[in-house]
């Protein structure tokens, strides 16, 4: 009996978590929904920079112009919402933790969601502007490049989502070597196919072209070098 109001308890307890984050969640998207065509503005900048003078981007579909910046700025209130959402997920699994768990996993969380945060910028900054102008620029002559709203919104997202979890591999390296399911030793003689597996996941998560894939496998791969090294000072 005892056992069965544990879990109804903790299924409680759960479900108020997923209000509360639904709540802040939608509280934000609200707040940001009077700005979504600035907001779509801004995350299009990347590619309209590089479109040639005559070239603008276009809404295939009658509910586009309204619905795609609608959706980018619901995207970016989830995003906006991270820090709150982990911390709230901290705080619902802590009871359970001991003492220097707690210390543990709160850093953990810290360090993932400022690494997701990065990789998130990086492809932004760094990323976008190279791929953008190489695809315009390739584009062969007398063709115009006019890319649809919607289809650029599913290429970015796809994009920033998988440089932030592509930039979770410290945390990856460092959690395999605390729980001592791997050591630094075996994962330092796996590298070259830790190397190739990195191409292999840029491949899976990003466009078919060799130079998203390329930039999102190597930063990866020298995460991973980062990581290993983080793990030997830390068991040092």
Sequence with gaps: MSDKSSMLEQLG????????ALGVT????????????????????????????????????????FLTPLKLTFYIAIFIAIPYLMFELWKFVSPG???????????LTGLSTLLFYLGTFFAF???FPLIFSFFINAAP?????????????????????AFGLAFQMPIVIFT????????????????????????IVGMLLTPPDIISQTLLAVPTWILFELGLFGAKLIKK
């Design 13 to 20: 307890l759960l479900r108020n978590l997923l209000l509360r």
């Design 26 to 65: 939608v509280f934000i998207f609200a707040c940001l929904a009077f700005f979504q065509d600035s907001i779509y503005l801004l995350i299009s900048e990347p590619l309209v920079r590089f479109l040639p003078e005559n070239s603008s981007m276009i809404a295939t579909e009658v509910t586009s112009p």
């Design 97 to 107: 933790l001991f003492k220097s768990e707690k210390i543990y996993t709160i850093g």
């Design 125 to 127: 900054y760094a990323v």
């Design 141 to 161: 002559e007398g063709v115009a490049v006019m890319t649809d709203i919607s289809s650029y919104l599913s290429f970015v997202i796809k994009l920033l989502v």
């Design 176 to 199: 395999l070597v605390k729980s001592e399911i791997t050591s630094v030793a075996a994962l330092a003689n796996a590298r070259p196919y830790v190397v190739i597996g990195c191409f």
